[in-house]
C-alpha cells in the first residue's frame, strides 16, 4: 500500500475511524489517561483539571494500565510556571514560555494557541497495528489538531504525526508546525546525532544534552541530509550500549527541510519537537483545508541500541520500505569502469562482463542522455532524456535486448529533478528553474533543481520515468539520483512563496506517487550524490538506497555501522569498486553486508581475483536471504577496538553469518580475544566454518568443529583477524 503523508485532503476522520473503541481510564476527578502502548514500553498522556493534556510517563509499560493515573504524583519536581512543560503539542502565546510545537495568527490577527482535550479513539487496524487519535482544540477558536499515533505493538514503533484544521472566518498563518512533541524525564540525556558531507556520511557525534535548545535541522531543500540528517538517538540517564540502557531513536520521515528541536527545560525534562522546518515557511491555512505533517518516527529501548535498531529494522521491512520483505538484484554498474565514456561497444563488453561476473543486472549510469550539449561530463546535458546518438545509435532498446541476449536483466540511471544550464530543457523553460528572477544562478555541480511545485514540472519529471518503461517495458532498474541542493528557493508560478519548500516536497511525493501507482515493484535506488537524501518518506518509494559515493571499504564499515542503527541491510546497496588499498576480497566482503553489486572493470581483474568474485556471489546467494531478513547484531565496535564484527541470524537462530574485519593495521595487531557472538539459541549446537576464502588459502579455522549457543555466548569465537587475514566471514549453522 502506498501512503502520501502531506497532503491536505486525507480521508476525512469519521471515515478513518469508522471502527472505533475507546480506552481511556478516568480517575482523578475526571483526569483522562490515554496509555500509548506497545509490546515492551508505554507513553502515557494524562489530562490535568482544566484538560491540558501531557506526557506523564514514557518508559517501560506496567503490569496494571490503571496505574498509570499515580504516575504523576510520584514527581517531586520544581513548579511548572507553565503549566504545560510537558503539553503533548505545545501551542505559543498563551501559557507556554518555552520552545512552541504550534504558533499560529489567527484570521483576526490574534498571536496566541491554546489546546485543550475534546475526544479520542483508537483504530484497530490490524493484529499488530493501531491508531490512536486525538482530538485537541482551541476554547477561543474554531481551531483544533488531532494527534495522531499509529503504533506497532511487536515492534515497539510509534509513528506520530498532526492534522491541523480551523474554521475560521479568514485565513489562518502556522509559523510553526511540528509532528510531535516527545517529554522525557530523566537525570541526564545524551544525544547521539550525525553529520556529513559528500563521501562523509553519516559521521556519529555524542554529547550530553546541558539547558536549553540544541536544534537538528536541515535547510537544504532537496538532498537535506548532506550535511545531517534526521535520525539522532537520545539515550536516557547515562549512554546507552550495545546492549544496556534506555535509549530513544527517532526520525522525521520527510525529505526535505526538517527541525528537531530538543530542549532540556527547568524542571530538567527534556522536550523533543519536531518536524518541517518552518524556516521561511510560514503557511497560510484556509478555512477547512487540512494540514497534515510529516510522521515522527521512534522506538524506544530500555535495552540498549541493539534491541531499537532490531525494532526499527523489522518494522522498515515489515511496513515501510518498498518491497521490504521481498528480494534483490544483484547488479554490475559501470559509473567508476567508465565514467562518462562509453558507446554501444562498450557496453555490450561489460553485458557480457555482467553475465561472466554472474551478477543479475547490468546498471548503465550518467551520461546516456542529451544530443545537443552531450552528457560527456556534468556540465551539461542533464533535463534532455533522449538517448545521445553518437554513443548509443540504436537506443536504450537494443541495450535492453543485449541484457537480455545475455540472460541478464538492464538498470539506468536518472535524475529527473534536476538541470543543466547547458541543456535544451533550460532553453525551452527556463520558468521550471528553482532560481531567483532578481539574482545570480547558483549552482551544485554545476546544475540547478527543477521547480516540482509546478504541476507542468510534475508531469515532466514522471513522464521521464514513464517514457522509459513505456519504451522498454523490460528494463528492471532504475537508479534515481539527487544531487544538488536548493539556493535561490523560488518558483516562478508560485502564488505564495512562504509555501515553495512544502510545496517542493508535495510535489515531488506526488511524482513518487504517480511511479509507483502505474510501477509498483520496479526496484529502484534511492541515491542523492551519495547518501544525501535517506530516510523513511522516500524509502516507502524505494527499494535501496546509496549510502555514499564512498566505497573504500574501511570507510564503509564505519558508515555501514552506523546507518545500520536505522535501516535494515536489505536496503543498503554496498558495491564493489577499486576505491581503497584494501583486496578484493575484503572490499567483496564489506559490500555483501548489504545489498551486493559491482563497479569495477571485470576484464581488467585477474584470473584468481576474478573466480574469488564469482564464488563470493554464488556464497553471497546462499547467505543473502539471512543478511536481508534476519536479525543483526553488533558484536565488535570498530570504533572502540581493532576488531569490527556483525552478525546476521535467521529469525530461526539456526543459520547466520558473521562478518570480521581488522580494522586497524598498526604492527600486531590482531584479534586477540574472541568476539561474543550474540542472538544464538544457548541450547542450540554450532558449527562455524569459513566461507569467501581468495583462491588457493585455506581457512585457520577448524570447520569440524561443534559450539553450544551458550559457549559462543559466554566464551566467544575467535575469527583469527591478524595482518595477514584482515577479512573473515563465517557461516554459523545449527549442527547435532
Ligand atoms: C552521483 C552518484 C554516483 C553517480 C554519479 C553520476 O554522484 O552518487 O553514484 O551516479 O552521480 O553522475
Redesign the pocket.
Known sequence: MLKIRLSTNLLPLCLLFSLTVFTSTRSEAQSIVIPVETQHNALVLQTDSSKYLGTVYFGKKLSKSSEYAQVKNQSKQTVDYTGMLNSVYTPSGSRNLLEPALTVTHSDGNNSADLTYVSHEVKKIDGNVSLISILLKDPAYNFNVTLFYKIYYKEDVIEQWSSIKHNEKGNVTLHKYASANLHLTGSAYYLNQYHGD?VKEMQPEESKLTHGIKTLDSKLGTRANLFQPSVFMVSVNKPATEDEGTVLFASLEYSGNFRTDLEVDYQDNLRIISGINNYASPYTLKPNEEFVTPIFLYTLSTQGKGVASRNLQNWARNYKLLDGKGTRLTLL?N?EAT??DFNESKLAGLLKDTKKLGVDLFLL???WFANKYPRNG?VAGLGDWEENKQKLPNGISSLVKEAQNNNVKFGI?I?PEMVNPKSMLYEKHPDWVIKQPKRDEHYF?NQLVLDLTNPKVQDFVFGVVDDLFTKNPALAYI?W?C?SVIFNAHSATLKNQNHFYIEYMRGLYNVLERIRAKYPKVPMML????GGRVDYAALQYFTEF?PS?NTDPLERIFMQWEYSYFYPAIASANHVTDWGKQPIKFRTDVAMMGKLGFDIVVNDLVANDLKFCQDAIKNYDTVKSIIWQGDQYRLSDPRSSNVASMLYINEQKSSGVIFNYLVSSRYGANSNLPVLLKGLDPAKNYKIQEINLYPGTTSTIKGDQIFSGDFLMKVGFNPDLNLARTSVVLKVEESN
Do not use: L
Not at 527 to 530: K, Q
Open positions: 559528500w554498474n559509473w565514467y562518462f549510469d550518467d551520461g556534468d540511471w535524475e555541480r537508479k539520483d544531487n541515491c542523492s550524490g551519495g546509496w559515493d
